[in-house]
């Protein structure tokens, strides 16, 4: 390529790091503190995972949720979390407005104790991670972008690395060239991990991810498998992935004559009607074979159906399984009846890829080396932003933003290719690539007309 091309991709490399680099250093940051979240819970809450209540009494699961309704007056529960031992039983709340509460129960189903979701450990890090605390959709957006834009300067930089010859030992060494070399070095290390990062991080996002699983859903030979469903009305944050917007099948209406568990509400059961109690749901699922951890996901129409998941991406602590381990099962709510169940088996390899992606980005797919490999890469591209800082300030003029030189050369086909590709595969960063060309050839015409009055 022509050196016109070089300093073109130089100097969009160096605008996008020095306007991206806030936000790819919180991410990173984050993103640190959520691969051990963990190991930080399990400490910081351990009365509330590993505890006993002063009661001794031993009450059953609906008991205890019995109990947990009455000391929570307007919260009504909609998940259940069974997990492996020693960890207890961890309830969500809701309320109307759509406050949460996480309360959990002994060995005895008698309360421990309650957290508010938003202020633990492992949502305030999920939610600096992926919406910078703050959510909307423009945020989200922000968010994704910078990460679309990481993967522009991670290939822009391994291109100017060996265009220039960065790694070669120069003869008359200088601190930029040194800063250069440790920068270009790093970049060449960490340019596959940090790309397998980023896009096994995409799915949860807010405009690729849509589209991702979109794409998924629609082409089930690749993505998830077809379900003849209807949409489950609760939240859905621990289904996996893979078939967490799957439409859910509907229960049979009982017979209104026919006795389904005695009269009035069953303990646990917050729909105004009879429906099978929490202990005969869970003796169903233990006779389909389906060992703890699992997560019961509450009816909320006459026609709903309990949902019983595995995931390997829950985002609670101890309730993470094996990707192939993963399964999604629908049980009436009156019966108790297994309706139907989708398994890792049945997924599409679209579906397969991010159901393992995922906790390798999390950091929890092969335990501690995943965690410990997971944090050095990023360090290293903490560092690699350090260096390149550095590299810039040892050639900053005072009062001048020293960018690299404008080029009036002709855009060659490769630089096209590439941004073409990169906009295909990224929607965002494509859509804000036409933003920077439309900005650009603003530029050009209010300079040019400028030119054009001073020579009048």
């Not at 250069?180 to 405009?207: D, E, Y």
């Not at 999604?328 to 009846?337: A, E, I, L, V």
Request: glycine share 8%; net charge neutral.
């Amino acid at each position: 390529m022509k050196k016109g091309t070089y300093n073109r991709f130089w100097r969009w490399h160096f605008f996008g790091a020095l306007f991206m680099a806030p936000l790819l250093i919180t991410l990173t940051l984050s993103g640190i503190g959520y691969l051990f979240y963990n190991d930080v819970e399990k400490v910081a809450y351990k009365d509330l995972f590993f505890g006993n209540s002063e009661e001794i009494s031993q009450l059953t699961i609906d008991e205890g949720i019995s109990l947990v309704k009455q000391e929570n007056e307007g919260f009504e529960v909609s998940k259940v979390m069974i997990m492996d031992e020693p960890y207890n039983t961890r309830l969500t709340l809701k309320s109307e407005s759509g406050e949460e509460k996480y309360v959990f129960l002994d060995d005895h189903n008698e309360i421990v104790g309650s957290q508010n979701p938003k202020y633990t450990y492992a949502n305030i890090m999920r939610n600096v991670h992926s919406s910078l605390f703050v959510g909307g959709t423009v945020v989200n957006y922000l968010v994704e972008l910078a990460a679309c834009w990481a993967i522009f300067l991670l290939f822009s930089g391994l291109y100017m690395t060996f265009k220039s010859r960065a790694l070669k030992k120069p003869k008359k060494s200088t601190h930029r060239l040194q800063f250069k070399r440790v920068h270009a070095l790093i970049g060449t290390i960490i340019t596959i991990p940090m790309i397998i990062l980023i896009f096994t991080g995409l799915p949860w996002s807010a405009f690729m991810g849509n589209f991702i699983y979109t794409a998924s859903q629609e082409h089930p030979s690749i993505g998830t498998p077809l379900l003849q469903q209807q949409p489950p009305t609760s939240d859905m944050s621990e289904i996996p992935w893979a078939t967490r917007k799957e439409e859910a099948p509907t229960s049979d209406k009982p017979d209104p004559h026919a006795n389904h568990g005695g009269n009035g509400d069953m303990p646990g059961i917050d729909m105004g009607h009879n429906g099978i109690a929490v202990e005969e749901l869970m003796e169903k699922v233990q006779g389909e074979k389906i060992s703890t951890p699992y997560s019961i996901v509450y009816p909320f129409s006459e026609d709903g159906v309990f949902t019983v998941s595995k995931g390997s991406n829950t985002g609670v602590t101890g309730l993470d399984v094996h990707p192939a381990e993963e399964m999604t099962s629908y049980f009436d709510q009156y019966s108790g009846d297994l309706i139907s169940k989708v398994g890792y088996d049945e997924y599409g390899i679209l579906a397969k890829w991010f159901t393992w992606g995922i906790p390798l980005h999390e950091g929890h797919l092969f335990g501690l080396p995943n965690k410990i490999i997971n944090l050095i890469v990023c360090l290293a591209f903490l560092f690699l932003i350090f260096y390149g800082f550095k590299m810039w300030l040892s050639r900053k003029r005072k009062g001048n933003i020293s960018a690299p030189p404008k080029t009036t050369s002709k855009i060659s086909i490769g630089f096209v290719v590439l941004m073409v590709f990169l906009g295909v595969i990224m929607p965002l960063f494509g859509i804000s690539l036409l933003v920077v060309l439309a900005i650009e050839g603003i530029l050009y015409l209010v300079r040019r007309a400028r030119d054009d009055t001073r020579t009048e």
